[in-house]
């Protein structure tokens, strides 16, 4: 449903405005009309509200464009904290087992449940890398879809495309992995490659810009779990539809391995041999970047998406923030999945991008630090997922995407420094409010056009079934671990010895 054709003024809200590569807080009246911020006035300055115009009253309250959260998996939800603190190829034994054979009704509720979560956190733009064993489905993908246009959140929808069975994405050799678990593991027909995108670019042509905030993308698992020839396939797609081709690049060393298996040579190499590489590519975590990479990704316009939690959790690795900064290569946030997190905050992450890397430069003049996480977490997400000129600011001519901050809460008083404190102080306990194109989604810190306590009722229910149902697929993946544990220590071995 559009926004309302009628006016709606914030009164005299202090406002985080963009002033060059950072923020100003400046008290503003903020003019909402047909979705879009209208104008922006200085108390005192020009004409007030019209008769019929909507006044809200703002005094008491700091505001932010709303966050962009630039990669998460929405079927995770349901699975929040079931996963253990392993290695990545480790940790996807056990979330796959806790995605198996999804019902229409768990995967629309875990997509509320993150979308809910975000809203709550101050996010209104998401991009949902979605995964659908075995292929992507048509209606689930539209479940999905309905999902967050029924909760109100801006969304870009990736559906995730693989093509190699899972036992030949890692660098598993005989000895990993012997009989019976090679036969058993990761074995099963895979959906061929044109109908993989056939299928995604169909959901693209229903739902690409349908309401002014749902998009359809393409996402490729990682290059390792694709072929080429379905990596040239949705190329050509985000080509012909201009849409995003975001993938997974490079999140663990046994993932570096693999490209050099493949290919003989690093993955962004063969990225940009495949001319895969645009402005329109997405590249998630980037931590296991070769010598010249990072030159590759700025020559070519693509983005970095850091998504610096997951990446502790799993122990992936440090990204190279300030080096990919440094290089002018443009950066997007994300919290990846609810398990792998274990949460949906991008205040939170912001958080861990301004201090993490601190550790990494010597000079303090290149820690990433706070202004710059805020400017990651709005305009950077917004560019990243093409929406620069659609949100990521409070500024005339972008969508009313906002989030109003009671000030009189423990992270914001006294208020001094309104972008340390929202970065380094805030948890979302402050969200009261939030907009996404001019509508309100969020009021009282809570949402406005569904009931939360019946999803959580429900999402508590389904989670604990799943957890019981699936307990010999849970099983069976424990039991693969050990071949994973000895390719690891492969790994190691090699590494020690260059």
């Given at each position: 449903m559009a926004p309302a054709a009628s006016t709606t003024w914030l009164m005299n809200g202090l406002c985080l405005l963009p002033e060059g590569e950072g923020h100003k807080a400046a008290p503003r009246h903020i003019v909402i009309r047909e979705g879009r911020i209208d104008a922006i006035v200085a108390p005192g300055a020009g004409e007030g509200p019209s008769p019929g115009d909507e006044v809200i009253r703002a005094d008491e309250f700091l505001i932010l464009p709303g966050l962009v959260n630039a990669h998460t998996h929405s079927p995770d939800n349901l699975i929040r904290g079931s996963t253990p603190n392993l290695p990545l190829e480790?940790?996807?034994?056990?979330?796959?087992?806790?995605?198996?054979?999804?019902?229409?009704?768990?995967?629309?509720?875990?997509a509320l449940l993150g979308a809910i979560e975000m809203l709550h956190t101050g996010t209104t733009t998401v991009l949902d890398h979605i995964r659908f064993s075995p292929a992507p489905d048509p209606v689930h993908l539209d479940v999905v879809a309905e999902a967050y246009r029924e909760v109100g959140i801006r969304a870009v929808i990736a559906p995730i495309v693989a093509d190699r069975p899972v036992i030949e994405t890692m660098p598993l050799d005989a000895a990993d992995l012997p009989e019976p678990e090679a036969n058993a593991y990761g074995q099963g027909t895979m959906m061929p490659a044109g109908e993989q995108v056939g299928l995604v670019e169909d959901f693209i042509s229903r739902w690409h810009g349908r309401d002014d905030r749902i998009y359809g993308a393409i996402g490729p698992s990682g290059p390792q779990r694709c072929t080429d020839a379905l990596l040239e396939l949705a190329g050509d797609l985000s080509r012909r539809r201009d849409v995003l081709f975001h993938t997974h690049v490079l999140e663990t060393r046994a993932q570096r391995e693999m490209g050099h298996r493949l290919y003989g040579c690093g993955i962004i190499r063969h990225l940009k041999e495949l001319q895969l590489?645009?402005?329109?590519?997405?590249?998630?975590?980037a931590?296991?970047?070769?010598?010249?990479?990072?030159?590759?990704?700025?020559?070519?316009?693509?983005?970095?998406?850091?998504?610096?939690?997951?990446?502790?959790?799993?122990?992936?690795?440090?990204?190279?923030?300030?080096?990919?900064?440094?290089?002018?290569?443009?950066?997007?946030l994300g919290t990846d999945s609810a398990c792998c997190n274990d949460s949906n905050n991008?205040?939170?992450t912001a958080k861990w991008a301004a201090l993490l890397h601190n550790v990494e430069s010597s000079k303090h003049q290149d820690w990433v630090g706070p202004e710059r996480a805020l400017v990651l977490a709005t305009r950077g997400g917004a560019g990243a997922l093409g929406l620069g000129q659609t949100t990521g600011a409070i500024a005339t001519g972008l969508a009313a995407d906002l989030t109003l901050f009671r000030r009189q809460s423990p992270s914001l008083v006294?208020?001094?420094?309104?972008?340390?404190?929202?970065?380094?102080?805030?948890?979302?306990?402050?969200?009261?409010?939030?907009?996404?194109?001019?509508?309100?989604?969020?009021?009282?810190?809570?949402?406005?056009?569904?009931?939360?306590?019946?999803?959580?009722?429900?999402?508590?229910?389904?989670a604990e079934r799943r957890l019981s149902r699936n307990a010999e697929v849970y099983a069976s993946a424990a039991r693969l671990s050990s071949a994973i544990e000895r390719m690891y220590a492969r790994i190691d071995r090699q590494a020690g010895t260059r």
């Open positions: 480790l940790w996807s034994l056990h979330s796959a087992a806790g995605r198996e054979a999804r019902s229409t009704r768990e995967i629309r509720i875990a590489l645009s402005s329109r590519a997405n590249l998630v975590h931590i296991w970047l070769e010598e010249n990479d990072l030159d590759t990704i700025a020559e070519s316009g693509a983005a970095v998406v850091h998504n610096p939690v997951s990446n502790a959790k799993l122990g992936s690795g440090l990204c190279r923030l300030p080096e990919l900064l440094g290089k002018g290569i443009r950066i997007a991008l205040l939170e006294p208020l001094l420094d309104p972008v340390r404190q929202i970065v380094q102080c805030e948890s979302g306990a402050a969200v009261d409010t939030v907009f996404v194109n001019g509508r309100i989604v969020l009021r009282g810190g809570r949402c406005t056009l569904l009931d939360e306590a019946e999803v959580w009722r429900e999402a508590q229910d389904l």
